[in-house]
């Protein structure tokens, strides 16, 4: 394929990445889309150790994602609430929930809702992707990629240097049990994030994913290890001598398209002012992909708000 200098690593979703990739943001907005704001709630539903979770929240809210809001004087107590540009992430945190519940492993005692409720139409509701343009539900096979406005001045967004777990050590991914893989594993960590959107965008090789990336070799060769090892990718021998790999994204992979498609567009909305390093296109049209998030029996538009949760099956 023809290189794209790197467009991918400064592209929309790796900027998004930057700011909500890692496992515990990821956590943290997951409970604050169900409500729960306090500190000590965060704290006990998502897991997070408090100087991790002090840390987290401070950056959710530099970046403009949470704002901190008063409940209590003396002493004054704050709770974390969503901004606009926060509630923009609406489709994000669906695609999580729609993947977790497919390929999670989950069962009652987990944290995560197993039903959503439509209140538009009263219908259980799995959320749905669809182009903005023809209505078509999105698939990584009808979408394509080019280089937007801002692509001659396309600088990778991970900045590598100086992210801690940028050198790769034997313990490196010692949390990530495999045979129970989850959403936060996947896009908690920004490379392994960055490899599997990659090959959305059509990368197949280790020599264009590193090309592409902009990723270090060994961490690279560990992620696309991992990939293969949870089965989001196959692995296929192209050459012998010596022996190369192609890699190729599974179902399960292809389930979390629209989780790279809505950061993409969060992305492209928030974080890029000078315009689109990469500007995807849906087979309909030639113009930049609007992505609709809607309810799979009524099509109307998902907000928040719009749907309830259930915590089991019952009704
Ligand atoms: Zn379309
Ligand atoms: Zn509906």
Redesign the pocket.
């Known amino acids: 394929m023809e290189s794209t200098g790197h467009l991918i690593a400064a592209s929309a979703v790796a900027r998004s990445l930057n700011i909500i990739g890692d496992r515990w943001s990821l956590l943290i907005l997951r409970d604050i889309f169900l409500g729960r704001h306090r500190f000590e709630e965060l704290h006990k539903h998502s897991g997070t150790p408090r100087g991790t979770l002090t840390k987290r929240l401070q950056s959710l809210v530099l970046n403009g994602v949470l704002y901190r809001n008063p409940y209590q004087t003396a002493p004054t107590r704050y709770e974390y609430r969503l901004t606009d540009k926060g509630l923009d992430l609406y489709p994000v945190a669906l695609a999580v929930w729609r993947w977790e519940i497919k390929w999670g492993g989950y069962d009652n005692s987990e944290a995560l809702p197993l039903v959503l409720r439509h209140k538009g139409c009263g219908n259980k509701l799995i959320p749905s992707y669809r182009?903005?343009?023809?209505?078509?539900e999105l698939s990584s096979r009808?979408i394509s990629y080019r280089p937007g406005p801002a692509a001659a001045e396309a600088e990778p967004a991970l900045t590598l240097g100086t992210h801690r777990r940028a050198k790769l050590n034997p313990g490196d991914r010692r949390g990530t049990d495999t045979s129970l893989f989850h959403i936060t594993d996947a896009i908690g960590d920004r490379r392994t994030a960055l490899v599997l959107s990659g090959a959305f965008w059509g990368l197949r090789r280790y020599d264009d994913f590193h090309r592409e990336l902009n990723i270090a070799t060994n961490v690279l060769a560990d992620r696309l290890k991992l990939l293969v090892e949870v089965g989001l990718f196959t692995r296929k021998s192209y050459q012998d001598s010596p022996p190369r790999y192609e890699y190729k994204a599974t179902e399960k992979a292809h389930d979390l398209y629209p989780l790279i498609v809505a950061l993409h567009q969060w992305g492209s909305k928030w974080l890029e002012d000078k315009g689109a390093v990469l500007t995807l296109v849906?087979?309909?049209?030639q113009k930049p992909?609007r992505v609709d998030t809607v309810c799979n029996h009524c099509h109307e538009r998902l907000h928040f708000g719009d749907i309830q949760y259930a915590l089991d099956d019952d009704n």
Do not use: F, T, Y
């Open positions: 182009c903005g343009e023809c209505g078509q009808d849906h087979k309909c049209s992909i």
